[in-house]
């Protein structure tokens, strides 16, 4: 039972453009989200997150909102550049107990910025 | 800064064979942990510790086995390799298990199983 979900395995958008990339999960104990960035040949590295209890959270270009009545999130890209292009994945938290809090990923989804 | 360091990043076995995987990082994290990354199932937990000496099964730990004698090191071992082990394996730490505590990845180790 897939708990976080990435319905578009892959995504195309213009240099310059906004991307937006959605992530949905099922379990209401997940409290915290998170986003990794994947370059091939590489690991998983830190993007942004959020936790449960904002809708909102920004770094640069890179914003992530939550709807927590939907569990849905998503992450927004603006402008996007040609080294955005990476596999993203969504990850959750928080259904474990306090310090054991393990992640659970999302399938991920290749995001292509097309110059 | 070197982070979490996976070794060998590439390794062809033969079924039945057995290896161990290692990793070490030099953030004095006290939480690491083991995932795979298989096309379309995204990264999947095999086995994670909180701190030197503790060690719990992840979402997948079967025909996996962990320890952690020091707080650097988390070595994971195939006691008997099969072809459904074929995969990319990825170590992480982070500081502590606790939600807002992002995990460092390694660079992966990329594992086929004949």
């Known amino acids: 039972d897939q708990q976080v979900k990435q319905n578009s395995p892959s995504l195309s958008v213009q240099e310059g453009r906004i991307s937006i990339l959605n992530c949905d999960y099922t379990n209401s104990m997940f409290d915290y989200f998170l986003w990794y960035k994947k370059y091939p040949a590489e690991g998983p590295t830190f993007l942004i997150s959020?936790?449960?209890?904002?809708d909102k959270n920004e770094d640069g270009r890179f914003t992530v909102f939550l709807n927590k009545s939907a569990k849905h999130l998503s992450l927004h890209i603006v402008p996007s550049q040609p080294g955005d292009s990476a596999v993203y994945f969504c990850a959750a938290s928080g259904a474990g107990y306090f310090g054991n809090e393990k992640l659970t990923f999302g399938t991920g989804t290749r995001l292509t910025i097309i110059p | 800064n070197a982070g979490v360091t996976q070794t060998p990043k590439f390794q062809v076995l033969k079924t039945g064979q057995s290896m161990t995987l290692q990793c070490a990082q030099d953030?004095?994290?006290?939480?690491m942990s083991w995932y795979r990354q298989d096309p379309g199932m995204g990264l999947r937990l095999i086995h994670y510790s909180v701190g030197a000496g503790i060690t719990d099964q992840g979402e997948v730990p079967n025909g996996y086995n962990v320890s952690r004698s020091t707080t650097e090191d988390f070595p994971l071992r195939l006691l008997s390799a099969a072809p459904s082990q074929t995969s990319v394996y990825f170590c992480a730490s982070s500081y502590s298990g606790v939600s807002n505590q992002p995990q460092h990845f390694g660079d992966g180790t990329r594992l086929s199983i004949l």
């Open positions: 959020i936790s449960s209890i904002k």
């Open positions: 953030m004095n994290h006290e939480y």
